[in-house]
């Protein structure tokens, strides 16, 4: 079964430009979290989507933004990239949600640089 | 905020050795899990604990989920340069329904 897919991979963008992340999650996965992982702050929980429901939510500001699909896909925005944007962001897909996740599977994330 | 403490942060040893890696915390947890992240990719889970005082083990790997469902640990018993990466544990909480990462221990094991 196909696992977690992030597009794109890498990227390279300018400060103050925005920047959409896709994610994909496992077939019959409904759950969708958003990650930024970066050596200094280790994993930090942006967002969690259910349903197309946004469910719990991360200490981010307003600039970093998601979404959910239908079809469980999901994206995430961040507008007026700073240059602390720059992170490994990391999809998670898991069949429950909240309290009844029993683990994840993540993508291979998407590498932000922002110069 | 919850927060999981890992240690020891960085660990190098050498091929054949034992090791633990210690997650802590002191919130109460409905569930911990235990990943491993190689370089450029996204962490793999190994292991969920879901009961205080659970034992579970992964062929060489055997992971505890404390009593009191706060803290857990990972033993690697006779660990190979395969085991080399970044691991990570997460506890789930029941109330705000949200997982917690720890900031991981970064194993280097050499043959």
């Known amino acids: 079964k196909a696992g977690v897919t992030q597009t794109p991979r890498y990227l390279i963008k300018t400060r103050g430009q925005q920047v959409t992340l896709s994610c994909s999650p496992i077939?019959?996965?409904?759950?969708v979290s958003w990650y930024q992982q970066t050596p200094g702050q280790g994993l930090q929980f942006l967002f969690e989507y259910f349903s197309e429901t946004q469910r719990n939510k991360g200490n981010f500001p307003g600039r970093f933004s998601g979404r959910q699909f239908s079809n469980s896909r999901s994206e995430m925005n961040v507008s007026t990239l700073e240059l602390g944007d720059s992170a490994l962001y990391l999809c998670?897909?898991?069949f429950g949600q909240g309290a009844l996740n029993y683990g994840y599977t993540f993508g291979s994330g998407t590498r932000l640089t922002v110069v | 905020t919850q927060l999981l403490e890992q240690s020891p942060q960085f660990l190098s040893i050498q091929e054949g050795e034992n090791l633990t890696v210690y997650c802590n915390s002191s919130s109460v947890f409905s569930s911990l899990q235990w990943y491993r992240q190689e370089p450029g990719e996204g962490p793999v889970l190994l292991v969920t604990v879901v009961t205080g005082g659970e034992v579970k083990k992964l062929k060489r790997l055997t992971f505890q989920f404390g009593d009191a469902r706060k803290d857990s640990s990972l033993h690697i018993t006779a660990a190979q340069p395969g085991d080399t990466g970044l691991y990570l544990c997460?506890?789930?909480?029941?109330?705000?329904?949200?997982?917690?990462f720890g900031d991981g221990t970064t194993l280097t094991v050499k043959p």
């Open positions: 077939s019959g996965h409904r759950s």
């Open positions: 997460a506890g789930v909480n029941t109330n705000a329904g949200k997982s917690t």
């Open positions: 998670a897909s898991s």
